[in-house]
């Protein structure tokens, strides 16, 4: 540490850092609009000036190091005038609309402009004008007059969202940030542009002129769409949301939230919002009240368990819904004698249930620090948004990052290796890098894979493994939805093991290490699986938070099984399912309840509602708990959600249960493999198809990533049948089929079709990981 001196007051500070940012963090208000803690310094606003003794001249402090014995003067007359100046340039173009400003009363121009602007303009010319530009539905430019050229949306997409969509054009008082040419913004993690901006020039669409900042109530919540937990400002005004920031924690998402996050909240208004309880007679939909629908639904649950037996009732439930609404739902189930309960809906391989509790395998601040990472089957973007861009961050500062995939997937990070493959393929592509960490170890190559040859990428692979301190082998979402995802995983375990890296899984949902504490799934041993489930055995369910329809992986054998069902119960924030479901009950979203979400590090959140649920919507976990008294169970009585999180926490030593290890041997038999015959369909999530609530939220339905599923065909086949972009072809599974526009992807295998699942469009097809043909339509 070094000491320094800013008008006449001792600090101490690390050599090197910024002088701005020391001030700033020693409470010392020097004004700045291109400085940012997290971007790159340009030094070009030229606000922060100061001097320095013995430095002839004014310095930025943004741009100045500190060093031992410097003194500083922030408030010299020197430096007031400097910024005087700064100021008068920065106002002569202008635009005088702090009235109608969606930045008013946030805005570091007119804060700054107060202390350092003049009543009066000498400028006599005529202003600049910049005309509209359109960045697509989540991000305004209508007034980009304002703009001060501090470039800080520039440094964003470039530095953290790894994609370059604003530049800048012409010189001196003509400069203008624009997008390319006639190209929308598509990061998924846009919405930060706008809160980097010091003026309202970038400012949101879906909020723009509905409320002002200093109207609005701030609740501290956390994020319901992946395991990231990013901690969210909700603001409320007059009971209704206006819209969500991200609230700083730079252990879980610094300062940045993605679109998802921050967007989503416009389902809440949905016009399929779900506000009384409704019930199915004749196949028409009546409108009723609690009591009587809760009768409705104890009366026909009983008649079934009674007429069919106990395990004749299923629970499937949505990883977005929180641990206390998970642990009443496994609690009613259970104490009703059935097992059949389940949050792993896009899951097939459950061989591994009650050996592991998946984890990231590490904090998530110290993705910064690895060395090296292999990341298995996933599609990190759309995953975790902000867990892809601490991944970024390690890669651009050296870290060396691989992946094994069945897509060339961009994922706007340096990828030093690219081992791209059918899934089918994936267990024997892990075996060609056991089997070189193995000899490059000296160690006896795994009887199991035999003499398995070693390719190039393999070999280096391999390599990178056994090179660093800090390593890291990571699961994704696409490796848990496989078929022989607990062989899979095995493999990546004997990586681990035997290259000391740190081994971790990324499981889906905002909750799902919650779900697994709070034991929403079937216990191991019961023979109980979601194919069990998905049968004519299952005649009631009960649906927690989830459309089964889009959300499985078999959609199709699933929405059969609730076809057949005497009685399909759906807790619900809208109105979903109406063809298959014969009671909605209307529960709260996230920004209605209290509850608790525990990240994939296992870190506990627990938030309270922001606003009070519309109509006769309750909190799930209330539904629940009345439900369990209506059914005469015992151990239902709980006045408050944090009564029910803490029976299911109590005396729980969370850290010391999450457990990536399970310590089997895998044993390889080449009977049981995966034929590698015909084409194999890969499922991705897109962003806003991976739950019900970006499902219904308009703005991120307007955006590139929400559009309809393309049959993404490899260029083999693609020129083998003879087509031109965004022709329809015909796709089907053992299921059904459908009929989409193809476009030629480079990236893919040549036996690899890449089609989404999520989306009404392919719901109707068969298993997400399943074979699938191809032909024109």
Not at 29 to 58: G, N, Q
Not at 724 to 733: E, P
Request: hydrophobic fraction near 40%; glycine fraction near 8%.
């Amino acid at each position: 540490m070094v000491e320094i001196e800013i008008d006449g007051e001792k600090i101490k500070a690390e050599p090197g850092s910024s002088l701005l940012q020391v001030a700033l963090d020693s409470g010392k208000p020097i004004p700045h609009f291109c400085y940012h803690k997290k971007l790159s310094i340009t030094a070009s606003c030229r606000m922060c000036l100061v001097e320095v003794d013995k430095t002839p001249k004014l310095v930025p402090a943004c741009a100045t190091p500190v060093t031992e014995g410097m003194l500083v003067h922030t408030d010299s007359v020197k430096v007031i005038e400097a910024r005087k100046a700064v100021m008068e340039f920065l106002l002569i173009n202008h635009p005088l609309d702090c009235p109608v400003c969606d930045q008013g009363g946030e805005c570091l121009l007119q804060d700054y402009s107060v202390g350092y602007g003049t009543s009066k303009a000498r400028f006599t010319g005529e202003k600049r004008i910049v005309f509209v530009k359109n960045a697509g539905p989540l991000i305004s430019m209508q007034e980009m007059s304002r703009c001060i050229q501090c470039t800080r949306c520039v440094r964003f997409g470039e530095e953290i969202g790894g994609l370059m969509e604003f530049g800048m054009v012409n010189r001196g008082d003509r400069e203008e940030i624009t997008t390319f040419l006639n190209k929308n913004v598509n990061s998924e993690l846009s919405g930060n542009m706008i809160d980097v901006c010091p003026v309202g020039a970038l400012t949101s669409k879906p909020f723009r002129f509905s409320a002002r900042g200093w109207e609005l109530a701030s609740h501290r919540s956390v994020s319901p769409h992946d395991g990231l937990g990013s901690n969210m400002n909700v603001q409320t005004l007059r009971g209704q949301v206006m819209r969500v920031l991200p609230i700083e924690n730079e252990a879980v998402n610094e300062c940045w939230l993605s679109d998802r996050d921050r967007f989503s909240y416009e389902a809440l208004n949905s016009p399929e919002r779900l506000t009384v309880p409704m019930v199915k007679q004749d196949n028409r939909w009546i409108e009723t009240d609690w009591e009587t629908a809760l009768n409705y639904v104890t009366h026909g649950l009983k008649s079934i368990s009674r007429d069919h037996g106990a395990s004749s009732l299923a629970a499937l439930a949505s990883p977005q819904a929180t641990l206390e609404e998970l642990s009443l739902l496994q609690k009613l189930v259970r104490k009703m004698g059935s097992e059949k309960v389940e949050f792993r809906l896009r899951q097939s391989d459950f061989t591994l249930d009650g050996k592991i509790l998946p984890w990231l395998g590490m904090k998530i601040e110290e993705i910064g620090s690895l060395d090296q990472v292999f990341v298995i089957g996933s599609f990190l973007r759309s995953e975790a948004p902000l867990l892809a861009a601490r991944f970024r961050k390690a890669a651009i500062n050296g870290a060396r990052v691989s992946m094994l995939h069945a897509v060339d997937d961009d994922w706007l990070m340096p990828v030093e290796n690219r081992f791209i493959g059918s899934p089918a393929k994936w267990l024997s592509m892990l075996g060609e890098i056991i089997t070189a960490v193995a000899i490059k170890k000296g160690m006896p190559v795994p009887d199991w894979l035999g003499n398995l040859p070693v390719t190039e990428t393999a070999d280096r692979i391999a390599a990178s493994l056994m090179d660093g301190e800090n390593r890291a082998i990571i699961l994704g979402a696409l490796a848990l939805q496989h078929e022989q995802a607990s062989a899979l995983h095995m493999a990546a375990e004997w990586l681990a093991e035997n290259t000391g890296a740190k081994f971790g899984v990324l499981t889906e949902g905002a909750n799902a290490t919650g779900a697994y504490l709070a034991n929403a799934f079937p216990t191991p041993g019961s023979g109980q699986t979601l194919s069990n489930i998905a049968s004519d055995s299952t005649k009631a369910f009960l649906l927690l938070q989830t459309e089964p329809e889009l959300d499985v992986a078999d959609q199709p054998k699933m929405k059969a099984a609730l076809q057949q069902a005497e009685m399909v119960v759906a807790l619900t924030p809208f109105k979903q399912s109406l063809d298959v479901a014969d009671v909605l009950l209307p529960v709260a979203l996230f920004t209605e309840t209290s509850g608790t979400y525990i990240n994939f590090e296992g870190r506990v959140q627990s938030f309270e509602g922001a606003v009070a649920p519309p109509g006769e919507t309750r909190p799930a976990w209330k539904v629940l708990r009345v439900l369990g008294n209506f059914l005469d169970l015992p151990e239902f009585d709980y006045d408050s959600s944090e009564q029910v999180r803490d029976e299911c926490l109590h005396n729980r030593n969370i850290d010391a249960e999450l457990n990536n290890v399970c310590g089997l041997l895998l044993e390889f038999d080449a009977s049981e493999t995966v034929s590698e015959t015909g084409i194999r369909r890969i499922a991705d999530v897109p962003l806003y198809f991976s739950d019900m609530i970006v499902r219904r939220a308009p703005s991120l339905q307007q955006t590139q990533a929400a559009a309809e599923p393309l049959v993404h065909l490899p260029a083999a086949l693609f020129d083998e049948m003879g087509l031109n972009d965004r022709d329809k072809v015909r796709v089907w599974q053992e299921q059904g089929e459908a009929v989409l526009p193809a476009v030629k992807d480079e990236t893919l295998p040549d036996n690899v079709v890449r089609l989404a699942t999520g989306h009404p469009s392919t719901a109707m097809l068969g298993p997400i990981n399943g074979w699938i043909g191809v032909g024109r339509a």
